[in-house]
């Protein structure tokens, strides 16, 4: 075979392995769609169905849509991306009034949440997602608190006040994460001092537990996951009895802390 015949099969070699990569392209991306799309449609259909219940029910039976028919809803959102929860817990979650908080670097995160079913737990979510209206639909249903940006400080803050005085007054819990965004630089980010002002208020413990999604799972701030296990880690109660507005920022800084151990404990 001489070196023009060797560098023709070469070529021929080389379009047929760039057409195997365009096929398998096209496939993954048909595969994404698809999942998309059947989750649109869950979240759609699941949203008349979840706003019908309230309304038969008056809007009194939160235990009902957020620890049962919202937690299935994203147990099947889930299993169509493959993806499974794994729950590790030091000890049994509190009976009483707490705050949870945790890490938040995903996409999949108030999904893997959310299947949790929290008991008698509300939820702070960024109130532009509303804009998703089966999304907003599901939250609004969920008694969910919607958040301003930290570019709008006085919201922000009347929201947080709203949320005191409905917790202290319904004795429910609720979950927020203190970074605020999805942090997607593979460290802990910046706490926001919403979660711990309430803690500190209610004097109520602040339940923290850290989310581990695997590298090859995780879509960070994108749609795409992966299938995979995703790992929630409960630790201990932190207590805040004898915490007060004037170590706020100290208490903030030493839960922090923790997610940072946390963080290098399960990263290793």
């Given at each position: 075979?001489?070196?023009?015949?060797?560098?023709?099969?070469?070529?021929?070699?080389?379009?047929a392995q760039s057409k195997q990569s365009d096929q398998a392209d096209g496939s993954s991306k048909t595969r994404v769609a698809?999942?998309?799309?059947?989750?649109?449609?869950?979240?759609?259909?699941?949203?008349?169905?979840?706003?019908?219940?309230?309304?038969?029910?008056?809007?009194?039976?939160?235990?009902?849509?957020?620890?049962?028919?919202?937690?299935?809803?994203?147990?099947f959102i889930l299993w169509v991306w493959g993806l499974d929860v794994r729950v590790h817990f030091r000890e049994p979650l509190?009976?009483?009034?707490?705050?949870?908080?945790?890490?938040?670097?995903?996409?999949?995160?108030?999904?893997?949440?959310?299947?949790?079913?929290?008991?008698?737990?509300?939820?702070?979510?960024?109130?532009?997602?509303?804009?998703?209206?089966?999304?907003?639909?599901?939250?609004?249903?969920?008694?969910?608190?919607?958040?301003?940006?930290?570019?709008?400080?006085?919201?922000?803050?009347?929201?947080?006040?709203?949320?005191?005085?409905?917790?202290?007054?319904?004795?429910?819990?609720?979950?927020?994460?203190?970074?605020?965004?999805?942090?997607?630089?593979?460290?802990?980010?910046?706490?926001?001092?919403?979660?711990?002002?309430?803690?500190?208020?209610?004097?109520?413990?602040?339940?923290?537990?850290?989310?581990?999604?695997?590298?090859?799972?995780?879509?960070?701030?994108?749609?795409?996951?992966?299938?995979?296990?995703?790992?929630?880690?409960?630790?201990?109660?932190?207590?805040?009895?004898?915490?007060?507005?004037?170590?706020?920022?100290?208490?903030?800084?030493?839960?922090?802390?923790?997610?940072?151990?946390?963080?290098?404990?399960?990263?290793?």
């Amino acid at each position: 075979m001489n070196g023009t015949q060797r560098g023709r099969q070469w070529s021929g070699e080389g379009e047929a392995q760039s057409k195997q990569s365009d096929q398998a392209d096209g496939s993954s991306k048909t595969r994404v769609a698809l999942k998309i799309g059947i989750s649109i449609v869950a979240l759609t259909l699941w949203s008349i169905l979840m706003l019908f219940v309230a309304i038969l029910t008056l809007f009194q039976a939160r235990r009902l849509y957020n620890e049962y028919l919202a937690k299935w809803l994203v147990r099947f959102i889930l299993w169509v991306w493959g993806l499974d929860v794994r729950v590790h817990f030091r000890e049994p979650l509190p009976e009483t009034q707490v705050i949870y908080i945790s890490n938040h670097t995903s996409t999949i995160d108030i999904f893997a949440i959310i299947s949790l079913g929290l008991p008698r737990c509300r939820y702070f979510l960024f109130g532009r997602l509303r804009r998703i209206v089966p999304l907003g639909i599901i939250a609004t249903v969920m008694g969910t608190f919607f958040t301003y940006p930290q570019s709008m400080p006085d919201k922000r803050v009347r929201v947080f006040q709203n949320a005191e005085r409905v917790l202290r007054r319904t004795g429910e819990s609720v979950y927020l994460s203190p970074e605020g965004m999805r942090v997607t630089s593979g460290d802990i980010g910046t706490f926001n001092k919403g979660a711990f002002h309430l803690a500190t208020n209610l004097k109520v413990p602040i339940a923290p537990f850290f989310i581990q999604i695997p590298e090859e799972s995780d879509p960070g701030k994108g749609l795409n996951a992966k299938p995979g296990v995703v790992d929630i880690y409960f630790e201990r109660p932190i207590d805040t009895s004898d915490w007060s507005l004037d170590e706020l920022i100290e208490n903030k800084e030493r839960v922090r802390n923790l997610f940072v151990e946390y963080h290098r404990e399960f990263k290793a």
